[in-house]
């Protein structure tokens, strides 16, 4: 599976904000898809994830309530919607697939992720 992020920009301290990883192959529905982010001088750190068969999201804790992630399958694409936005949060955006037979407990690392697109820049001023 190939995945492209895009929908990253410069916004204002809450404001909010739609990624969209869009993916190609006809497998696509099978993964779990993961956003991850990585801001200067930092390690790369799970945002949230969906395991679509399963019906189940994960979130890191600091974005709980504030981000949410969805998946349309008819169009290939995942979806993070990003609310009430903080400077802290500035950081390059990247979405990652998942092989399916990994269980939750792997969702939150990014040493599985097989395939990933070219992340996006999000930038959020205060």
């Known amino acids: 599976v190939q995945l492209q992020a895009y929908g990253g920009g410069l916004v204002q301290a809450g404001d909010s904000l739609r990624l969209s990883c869009a993916a190609s192959?006809?497998?696509?529905?099978?993964?779990?898809i993961g956003w991850f982010r990585q801001a200067p001088g930092k390690e790369r750190e799970f945002v949230a994830a969906?395991?679509?068969?399963?019906?189940?999201?994960y979130y890191r804790d600091s974005v709980k309530g504030r981000f949410t992630i969805s998946r349309d399958n008819a169009k290939n694409t995942v979806y993070l919607q990003m609310d009430s936005l903080k400077a802290e949060v500035t950081a390059v955006y990247y979405c990652?697939?998942?092989?399916?037979?990994?269980?939750?407990?792997?969702?939150?690392?990014?040493?599985?992720?097989?395939?990933w697109g070219q992340g996006t820049l999000v930038t959020v001023s205060s």
């Open positions: 990652a697939g998942l092989d399916p037979y990994y269980s939750g407990t792997y969702y939150y690392s990014p040493d599985r992720y097989a395939y």
């Open positions: 192959g006809r497998t696509f529905s099978r993964y779990v």
């Open positions: 969906i395991n679509w068969s399963e019906g189940r999201l």
